[in-house]
């Protein structure tokens, strides 16, 4: 089960979960939509992930910890006051039904980290479809090092991050592709999904290497000049 719970103005919360297990929960900005959705499948919840420090990622933590006191919260070194009980930078932890995967992926904030569970990559703001998580570091080549480290996952890793930022992203690359059809194409469908409500997400990383500028660049200074001109876009 992977489900995109929407939040704010255009976050997702996810929650996974394989068939009759609790489920996790990554990124939880809100805590009411998630208690809602939980209460109503009658699910319980293992775990919860947060990728980076940013209160849109981690301003449910407080008063889900509240409804679920024995809950676990894990997330990077910079989540620690944010709501992080257990500090994880990469490598592998389980829980009691997962192996979760730690992929150190900053750039956006310094200690970001992305999860990977069976074969989907919760990636916060490093990887959006069709783009990439603004530097807010100004570290350009930690950043860059990191899509390269995500890059490297195979081409069927199911990819959940945590805004809805796809169409913005595929007009930006329809304009700086030299080939857009696999950008166009793609496009007619997210404006469809779009239209009717529904995410755009999740995606694939085989998907995001036809459509994501950002994944095919393949030198710092190329990736630095491209992220400049989609700040400027």
């Not at 489920?23 to 775990?47: F, G, T």
């Not at 959006?128 to 890793?157: H, I, N, W």
């Not at 992203?169 to 696999?182: D, P, R, V, W, Y």
Request: charged share 20%.
């Amino acid at each position: 089960m992977l489900i995109a719970l929407p939040a704010l103005n255009d976050n997702y919360i996810w929650v996974y979960g394989r068939e009759n297990l609790p489920v996790i929960v990554i990124d939880p900005s809100e805590s009411k939509q998630v208690i809602r959705y939980l209460n109503e499948q009658n699910l319980s919840l293992e775990a919860i992930l947060l990728t980076h420090l940013h209160d849109d990622h981690v301003g449910g933590v407080a008063a889900l910890k509240a409804h679920y006191p024995d809950v676990p919260v894990f997330g990077s070194t910079e989540t620690a006051n944010k709501g992080a009980e257990y500090i994880v930078n990469s490598g592998v932890f389980s829980t009691k039904h997962y192996n979760v995967q730690v992929l150190p992926s900053g750039g956006h904030t310094a200690n970001h980290v992305s999860f990977l569970i069976d074969d989907h990559l919760f990636c916060g703001d490093t990887i959006f479809s069709g783009g990439c998580g603004r530097v807010f570091t100004g570290d350009y080549a930690l950043m860059f090092e990191s899509l390269q480290r995500l890059k490297a996952l195979p081409d069927t890793t199911i990819i959940c991050p945590a805004h809805e930022y796809t169409l913005s992203n595929l007009c930006f690359a329809e304009h700086i592709m030299t080939e857009k059809s696999a950008v166009q194409n793609h496009k007619v469908l997210v404006e469809q999904l779009r239209a009717e409500q529904k995410p755009s997400l999740p995606t694939s990383l085989g998907l995001e290497k036809q459509i994501n500028p950002f994944l095919q660049v393949n030198d710092l200074q190329t990736f630095i000049q491209l992220r400049k001109a989609k700040d400027q876009f």
